[in-house]
């Protein structure tokens, strides 16, 4: 198993072409959530008079999650959703409580978020579920390129291809994964093709030629 | 070729990774797919075998992937409504369901009732199809070649409902964002009710060519065992995790669309096996009908498409919504900047979690069990590998 | 020349009269026979399976697709011949040449009619078992030289299976051997028909014997004892199903599971010297319990003959053998209405002009083999071929009657029936076969 984020760290040429013109044009978005008084400055038609806004989230459960974790902690609430910011260095913490003493038995989706402009450039989405309560919660943390995230697999096993699905397309190592491998692209691959500076039509061409025997794939 | 550094095979990578259980004088690694009759679409398992005994899976997919997640960032949220009809090629409606709910919520608009019923009924119609799919391919798999035949000629029913309402019989791109694109063709109401009252005799037919079949039942019983807390544990969702006792289905759980609507059971299995979970996907067909049903009756008149603007610019934020696709909770992530285009799109997908069972479902089985556990899951190669 | 034609009033088979010519004239009409039931299964079977499964079946090619194993064949024959790099080449090529040898060196002693097989051995049946499960050798050869990881483990699969079902089998078959022996058999066999290999003390194994004994009982094996010759009958049914590695016990060739098991690098006319062999070993096997409980050549209610009539040149006889005597030609008169039934039915279109004239062509052609079949001479020496490819038909229908009904079973319940059931049952039958025979 190569370095696969080392690989990746000379941001591959973006290619001019006209699916990617699009996608480099495209604002670095602010972080989806973090300044919770930023009222989303779109002036595009509103389709309700006040745009929905994150709302501190408050309940029993999330005192509970206060008084252990304290500030590293911030929850949310949007559009009748709701998730928790956690500092990268207690998220373990988090979801391990998550899982014992609030009974979040599923962890429904593991995913992230590239931000390239941000200097923790990645999100990091837990999405659970738990089955006693009917509730979902979303656990967010936010990573530096460099940064790993702690793995969920010894939690919940389903968080295995999961974080492998992560590791392929961001390239984001998950801490305490048994088997850590690309799942979707071929082993070889260069390049996490879900990060921004990866462009939409851009290939590992040497793998291309070297396993396909063509010369490109496009 | 072969002398590059980058090309990696997995079968000698499997065969690398020493597991002191696994004796090498006996084991025999077998390749299974990608282009295996039984593996549906393009899966690859490699297997290592004692005999025909599994000691150990591994499975390598990814032989499909069109990279939808990345495509999503660089269309429009309607240019991308088209896409996800590719993922579950054969549940596409329900794909649309998930992705046009999900892109409604983040706009916080909601499609008008009659847009709703009529999402119901097709998704239901949908499930129903994808059900007859799953059951024809998978009875093949297990040697009985006849059913398969038999569904497909009433699936064939369902997709000429689908064709006339919107014009395309698979990857029907039948829902819009904000409701619904098309109105009711005129007897779209008698096509569903008739196809009701054609159905429903035939899931007997196929429950009497299956159901009490003395090798049908030998074949599927106790074969690919998954327990309500594994299933819990793996994420597995849909009618593999109700086959296991779990009464958990999201059209119920969180009602979405005009589920609340209707009166319908979940159908649950107790051993988790593979014959209680063709006996609930059966059952699935049935409470269907039963919705379809409810849903032309009750359907209202109105508007089918909500006022939302022409060019769909979400507020910045983050949303995530899943609905209960046949194969299980299918899930859509979508991360709005505030532009045209969505930021992220994630795409939950229940067939490549649920894939991850296949391991702890066949270690221990033979290959035969192999083929029936993986036609049991119910995989659609398009979703898993996206 | 003289000798040469006087074979044909002899009563005896040609290997019993030493006639090499006629033996030679024997084997070429039973290996074409052979092959075209073959071809004919092909289609019969793609047909009566699409009609269960709700479907047309072949339609193109001639009417209602009656030309399409040749289309088949021709196809198969001008295919490109592929052996694998790494396979055995030799071994590889052997293999389907040593199965379908075994499925035709069977039909030596497969007695059409009494006098209507090539020979008749002493140890027929036992002859007959014995290349049969030669058949095995060639699959575990293909599968072993092919190299690949699915035709080895179809060959594991088949060899097991086989020599699993050949003792159930072969137990049911020794039970039925027993009864040739017991009541109102055995003094009779030497003096009414003295055939050379049965033995009119203790039973035979001679083909042409058991089903002489049959006849010299008044009684067809599988109700002989009743219920005991019905159940060693369906013992061997279900065992002869296993032998010939067909549904629901297709596990060697298990399409889901091990593509196409032991002859899945073979293509061409190798794949089709494959089926071939396939198909021929059912049409043996089958003719086995045919000839062991069904009475072989002999019609329905052969010890009734009715009243003597006399119909003036052309029936001295029974009445009730002479209504049993036009049954060939009225089966063949019937395909042939069924045929111009298909022709008026038929499109008119000009399209549809060549199949129209094509099937007529061919209902013409079936009602004229009735009116041949019609003439005495004919007539006489056709009867218990008829009577023993009926039979055998009844097989055929049923091999494809499980093929649309049954899944397939797993390894291991395939074991586990043949060791816990069949065999049990098998051995069961014959001590209560011997029982039964000697007490009674």
Same mark, same amino acid.
């Given at each position: ?218 | ?61 990814? =032989? ?7 495509? !999503? ?25 998930? =992705? ?10 909601? !499609? ?37 035949? =038999? ?106 669309? !005009? ?46 498409? !909500? ?80 | ?440």
């Amino acid at each position: 198993m190569a370095d696969e984020t080392k690989g990746s760290d000379q941001p591959a040429p973006p290619k001019p072409s006209e699916g990617a013109a699009a996608a480099s044009e495209k604002p670095a978005a602010p972080p989806a959530a973090t300044p919770p008084a930023a009222k989303p400055a779109v002036p595009a038609p509103p389709p309700k008079p006040a745009g929905p806004v994150p709302l501190p989230w408050e309940s029993e459960m999330v005192t509970r999650l206060r008084q252990r974790f304290g500030s590293g902690l911030q929850p949310f609430t949007y559009l009748g959703q709701n998730y928790v910011i956690a500092d990268p260095s207690i998220v373990a913490q988090v979801l391990q409580e998550l899982r014992d003493e609030e009974q979040f038995d599923y962890c429904v989706d593991v995913t992230a978020v590239h931000y390239p402009k941000r200097e923790k450039q990645f999100d990091v989405v837990w999405v659970l579920y738990s089955f006693p309560r009917n509730q979902r919660v979303r656990v967010k943390t936010m990573i530096a390129e460099a940064e790993s995230a702690p793995s969920a697999t010894a939690l919940w096993e389903s968080a295995n291809w999961l974080e492998r699905e992560v590791f392929d397309m961001f390239g984001l190592r998950f801490d305490g994964h048994p088997d850590l491998r690309r799942i979707l692209l071929p082993d070889g691959w260069k390049g996490h093709p879900l990060r921004k500076d990866y462009g939409i039509i851009q290939q590992d061409q040497e793998w291309v030629q070297i396993n396909l025997g063509i010369e490109s794939g496009q | 070729m072969s002398e590059s550094t980058t090309r990696t095979d997995p079968i000698l990578a499997f065969e690398e990774k020493k597991d002191p259980t696994f004796l090498d004088a006996t084991e025999l690694v077998l390749n299974m797919g990608p282009q295996h009759p039984s593996t549906h679409g393009v899966l690859r398992v490699i297997l290592k075998l004692d005999g025909e005994k599994v000691l150990g899976t591994e499975c390598v997919i990814g =032989y499909l992937h069109r990279g939808v997640e990345k495509i !999503a960032e660089h269309r429009t949220y309607a240019m991308f409504n088209p896409y996800v009809d590719r993922m579950d090629y054969v549940a596409a409606v329900s794909n649309g369901l998930g =992705y046009c709910e999900a892109v409604e919520k983040l706009l916080n608009v909601e !499609a008008p009732p009659r847009a709703q019923y009529i999402r119901v009924i097709l998704t239901e119609l949908n499930r129903i199809a994808s059900h007859q799919l799953w059951l024809g391919t998978h009875a093949l798999d297990i040697g009985a070649m006849t059913p398969l035949f =038999y569904t497909f000629r009433d699936r064939e029913e369902v997709l000429k409902i689908f064709e006339r309402y919107c014009g395309a019989r698979l990857t029907t791109h039948s829902f819009r964002i904000g409701g619904c694109q098309y109105e009711t063709y005129e007897g779209f109401e008698q096509d569903v009710k008739k196809f009701c009252d054609f159905f429903e005799p035939k899931i007997d037919e196929y429950e009497q060519l299956l159901t009490t079949n003395r090798i049908w039942v030998q074949r599927t019983k106790g074969v690919g065992i998954l327990s309500g807390p594994d299933c819990k544990a793996l994420g597995v969702t849909g009618p593999v995790l109700r086959a296991s006792g779990v009464k958990w289905d999201l059209r119920k759980a969180q009602p979405y669309a !005009a589920y609340k609507d209707f009166e319908f059971e979940i159908p649950t299995g107790q051993n988790g096996d593979t014959y209680d979970r063709y006996l609930v996907r059966v059952a699935e067909m049935r409470q269907s009908l039963r919705i379809i049903r409810q849903a032309v009756e009750g359907i209202p008149e109105g508007a089918i498409m !909500a006022k939302i603007p022409k060019v769909l610019k979400p507020p910045v934020g983050e949303i995530y919504h899943s609905i209960e696709a046949p194969k299980g909770e299918l899930g859509y992530f979508v991360v709005s900047d505030g532009s045209t285009q969505p930021y992220r799109v994630r795409v939950r997908p229940p067939s490549f979690v649920n894939l991850q069972a296949l391991n702890k479902m066949v270690i221990g089985g033979l290959v035969a069990d192999v083929v029936a556990v993986i036609g049991t899951l119910d995989i659609v190669l398009g979703e898993v590998d996206r | 020349m003289q000798s040469f034609l006087e074979y044909l009033k002899s009563n005896v088979t040609p290997g019993q009269a030493g006639d090499p010519l006629w033996a030679l004239i024997y084997i070429l009409i039973i290996f074409g026979g052979v092959s075209l039931v073959v071809m004919s299964m092909n289609w019969l079977e793609r047909k009566a399976l699409a009609h269960m499964q709700v479907r047309l079946g072949p339609m193109r090619v001639g009417p209602h697709g009656l030309l399409q194993p040749i289309a088949d064949a021709i196809k198969l024959f001008i295919k490109e011949d592929i052996i694998p790099e790494g396979a055995d080449k030799l071994v590889f090529w052997l293999a389907p040449v040593v199965i379908v040898i075994a499925a035709f060196t069977v039909y030596i002693v497969v007695p059409f009619g009494p006098t209507h097989a090539v020979t008749d051995m002493n140890i027929g049946l036992l002859f007959m078992l014995g290349v049969a499960s030669l058949a095995t050798l060639g699959v575990i050869m293909a599968g072993w030289a092919s190299n690949s990881h699915y035709p080895l483990l179809g060959s594991l699969r088949s060899s097991a299976q086989m020599v699993s079902y050949e003792i159930a089998m072969g137990m049911a078959v020794v039970s039925a051997v027993l009864m040739t022996s017991f009541a109102g058999g055995s003094g009779f066999l030497g003096e009414i028909y003295g055939t050379g290999g049965a033995n009119p003390a203790g039973g035979t194994l001679s083909m042409i014997g058991i089903v002489r004994a049959q006849e010299a009982q008044h009684i067809w094996f599988v109700f002989k004892f009743f219920p005991l010759g019905l159940i060693a009958f369906f013992v061997f049914a279900v065992a002869m199903v296993a032998e010939t590695n067909r549904t629901p016990f297709d596990l060697p060739e298990a399409e889901s599971e091990l593509t196409a098991g032991f002859h899945t690098e073979y293509s061409g006319l190798r794949w089709s010297l494959f089926m071939l062999g396939e198909y021929a070993a059912m049409v043996a096997v089958s003719s086995i319990a045919v000839t062991l409980w069904l009475g072989g050549w002999l019609r329905p209610f052969s010890s009734w003959h009715g009243p003597v009539i006399t119909l003036d040149s052309y029936w001295q006889g029974g009445a009730v053998d002479f209504v049993f005597s036009l049954f060939p030609a009225l089966l063949f008169f019937f395909l042939a209405l069924v045929g111009f039934l298909g022709v008026v039915r038929m499109p008119k279109h000009p399209l549809f002009r060549v199949q129209t004239w094509g099937l007529a062509a061919f209902a013409l052609v079936l009602g004229g083999i009735g009116v041949v079949l019609l003439a005495p001479p004919v007539r006489d020496r056709v009867q218990d071929i008829f009577w023993f490819t009926a039979k055998v038909a009844v097989f055929m229908y049923l091999y494809i009657w499980y093929r649309g009904t049954f899944p397939r079973y797993r390894f291991d319940q395939l074991m586990r029936l043949g060791w816990k059931f069949m065999i049990p049952t098998g051995i069961a039958v014959l001590i209560a076969t011997a029982l039964v025979g000697v007490l009674a």
